[in-house]
Structure formats: structure tokens, C-alpha cells
């Protein structure tokens, strides 16, 4: 259906900012709720913010809620998180998934999704 590449991720200071990027291929990529997920060294994968198809709702983890931004291009087929204040808990492999529900909203949980990019790896150091 569709294929999934996150890029943009690598070492970035603390208090410094990272825009990753995620790439669909298909022809649908508009009518795909679209997400960011995270996984840290020795923890589970985790909700980190979610858009849905048409950018008009949109949602964030509490841990990074004023400093991430999720926003997408559909004419580009390219869904975005603009990360700023980073912290070390930023810390993770960064993974995009999207949704094809015909439902126009925001989903926060992992079985919802069903695909997935490979993940970008996000360090940030103190």
C-alpha cells in the first residue's frame, strides 16, 4: 500500500532543534492519519504526536507538548516533526506511521497503525 522512510534524524545538542521528515510513497498519502512514534534504549515504543489526513487536527504527547510540531505536505507525500528545545530523553529512534481509516482524526495507539517506517535515530546530548 505504502512504503515509509524517515530522514532528518542525528546528534544535535541539547536545547537544539532537529526537523525530521517522513516520505510516502502511493497515491493516497492525503487521506492517511499520519503519526510519529518513538522508541528510547530499553523502552517500549511511545506515542509522541499524530495528525490527521487533512492537517486539521493534530496531538501530542504530554513529554514534549510545546516544543514539537507535526504538520504534513500532501503535495509532496511528506509528513514533518519540528523538534525544538531537545532534551537527552529526546533521545530515540523516531518512526512515522500512518493510518487508513476513512476517519478523519488523530489515533495514539500503536495497533492502529498499520505501517511503518524503518526510524531515524535522534540523539541528543547534554
Known amino acids: 500500500q505504502v512504503q515509509l522512510v524517515e530522514s532528518g534524524g542525528g546528534l544535535v545538542q541539547a536545547g537544539g532543534s532537529l526537523r525530521l521528515s517522513c516520505a510516502a510513497s502511493?497515491?493516497?498519502?492525503?487521506?492517511?492519519?499520519m503519526a510519529w512514534f518513538r522508541q528510547a534504549p530499553g523502552k517500549e515504543r511511545e506515542f509522541v504526536s499524530g495528525?490527521?489526513?487533512?492537517?486539521?487536527?493534530?496531538q501530542y504527547a504530554d513529554s514534549v507538548k510545546g516544543r514539537f510540531t507535526i504538520s504534513r505536505d500532501n503535495t509532496k507525500n511528506t509528513l514533518y516533526l519540528q523538534m525544538n528545545s531537545l532534551k537527552p530523553e529526546d533521545t530515540a529512534v523516531y518512526s512515522c506511521?500512518?493510518?487508513?481509516?476513512?476517519?478523519?482524526?488523530?489515533?495514539?495507539?500503536?495497533?492502529?497503525?498499520?505501517?511503518w517506517g524503518q526510524g531515524t535515530q535522534v540523539t541528543v546530548s547534554s
Open positions: 506511521a500512518a493510518n487508513e481509516e476513512p476517519w478523519g482524526r488523530v489515533y495514539t495507539r500503536r495497533y492502529e497503525y498499520d505501517y
Open positions: 502511493g497515491r493516497t498519502f492525503s487521506r492517511y492519519n
Open positions: 495528525i490527521s489526513w487533512s492537517g486539521g487536527s493534530t
